[in-house]
């Protein structure tokens, strides 16, 4: 299946397609493991903080997990996070991204969502990624990463 073509639920429920989402613009797509965890927490109030940044550069920032939509508006709500969220039920599109695989905790070994960011050119190609990031100080090495593609485009 086609990256672009998979479905997931927007704020307001609505299915959408990614491509409906990415719509010709730059975006920074990052998958997090769970609302209201302290990494994912720290992760969306980062990405908020920067995001006059990253759209004064053109992009917008989206953010998708398994939670449902009820779930992201309580965790917009709660820490008054202004980034997109998208719920991926199925793990559709986190699995069709390959931030889906083994991880292990207090020695055991599980499935799970992979904390991983994407930046979509307008074409609605990946253009750069990053698997396993660590939540704290991500956001502002994505918006480097952002300045130099911006940078490096005609």
Not at 16 to 44: F, H, M, Q, S
Not at 51 to 57: G, H, I, S, W
Request: proline letters at 4%; charged letters at 30%.
């Amino acid at each position: 299946m086609n990256l672009l073509e998979v479905v997931v639920f927007d704020e307001d429920g609505r299915e959408v397609k990614l491509e409906e989402v990415i719509k010709d613009r730059w975006t920074v797509l990052y998958v997090y493991p769970k609302d209201n965890t302290p990494g994912c927490t720290t992760e969306a109030k980062e990405f908020t903080g920067l995001l006059p940044e990253f759209e004064e550069l053109g992009f917008q920032v989206v953010g998708v997990s398994r939670d449902s939509v009820k779930s992201h508006l309580r965790f917009k709500e709660k820490h008054g996070l202004k980034v997109k969220l998208l719920s991926d039920p199925e793990v559709k599109l986190i699995k069709a991204l390959g931030a889906w695989g083994k991880k292990r905790r207090y020695g055991k070994e599980y499935e799970g969502v992979i904390r991983s960011t994407f930046i979509f050119s307008p074409e609605g190609e990946i253009v750069w990624s990053k698997t396993n990031v660590r939540a704290k100080g991500h956001a502002e090495k994505v918006l480097e990463v952002a300045r130099s593609l911006i940078q490096g485009s005609p």
